[in-house]
């Protein structure tokens, strides 16, 4: 006999709980963003039942209808085809802690799926704040827009990630495994703003495979200090899987010779003592990480009288 579904007063004891355990994980206390898992329906992103949960061994059907089963720690498929789910919602909580987007800012979100994070987002900046989500698929695009329509200060655009933003914002947050920043996204960041994306090259998998189409790296936070300058503030916040960043343009995508240095450093460890990235400067001569032509990941602080 299957169970009764909860009541929409149940349910949100549901969500509150799920909203506190969630920023157990976060390593820091954020009230607004803890209020937005209490309140954000997941269940609206993740279309009707019956919802396929993500797992090591692939997919299965999850053996309820009752939206209160999507309460967990687990990812739930948006398009199996091509492996993209709604990401874990304690790794959500830990980075959105970090980057801790409050009242007012403005937010770039790369790789918005269907909004489930955007939303989360939006309540933390508030009806004052803007957010512009952008999602390559034009399938989930088009959901995020219907799914986000309850959240006037939001947009939803289908999109190259890596053409935005056309603006300055505060906060750039990036759901796509790519091998380098878009341009965009460092050139754009105002004066104390942060980004957060997951660097990695692809897995060693058959062509095709799961592996092959996803990321496996870290989750880099970058804080700029001033306006325009080069040297952020940076650390690594633990390792990172997401499906591999998709631009028309190859702004993401390393060259070859980048990318094989970038696995050696990945391979090699070490990102845990990151503590700087240098923008369209020299690398240190002592103390990279790892180096692109005009980006590097070093082991320095950054010092105010660097340029």
């Not at 506190?20 to 609206?44: D, I, K, S, T």
């Not at 874990?88 to 409050?102: G, T, Y």
């Not at 994306?197 to 970058?222: K, Q």
Request: contains cysteine.
């Amino acid at each position: 006999m299957t169970a009764q579904a909860f009541s929409e007063d149940e349910l949100a004891i549901v969500r509150r709980a799920f909203a506190r355990q969630m920023m157990c994980h976060a390593h820091r206390p954020h009230a607004g963003l803890e209020a937005a898992f209490a309140v954000e329906p997941r269940e609206r992103y993740l279309g009707p039942p019956p919802w396929r949960m993500a797992s090591p061994a692939g997919y299965r059907d999850v053996a309820s209808t009752d939206p209160a089963v999507l309460y967990q720690d687990v990812l739930f498929a948006l398009a199996e085809e091509r492996s993209v789910n709604n990401g874990s919602p304690s790794l959500h909580a830990r980075w959105l802690a970090a980057l801790a987007p409050m009242p007012g800012e403005r937010v770039l979100h790369v790789g918005a799926g269907t909004g489930y994070y955007t939303a989360l987002i939006a309540r933390c900046v508030g009806e004052a704040g803007r957010v512009l989500a952008v999602e390559v698929d034009p399938v989930l695009a088009q959901a995020a827009r219907a799914n986000l329509a309850h959240l006037p200060h939001v947009r939803a655009v289908a999109g190259d990630g890596a053409h935005f933003p056309e603006e300055d914002v505060d906060v750039v947050y990036v759901n796509a495994s790519v091998e380098r920043p878009a341009p965009a996204w460092l050139d754009r960041l105002a004066a104390g703003g942060r980004i957060l994306f997951p660097l990695g090259v692809a897995g060693e998998d058959r062509p095709g495979g799961l592996l092959a189409r996803t990321g496996i790296g870290i989750g880099l936070l970058a804080r700029r200090r001033g306006a325009g300058d080069g040297i952020l503030a940076a650390r690594a916040v633990g390792p990172a899987q997401f499906v591999r960043a998709e631009s028309e343009t190859g702004a993401l995508r390393a060259t070859p010779d980048e990318r094989e240095g970038l696995r050696r450093a990945l391979k090699g460890g070490g990102a845990e003592f990151v503590r700087s990235l240098r923008w369209r400067i020299p690398a240190s001569p002592s103390g990279t990480w790892h180096a692109g032509p005009d980006w590097s990941l070093s082991y320095e602080e950054p010092s105010r009288d660097e340029p």
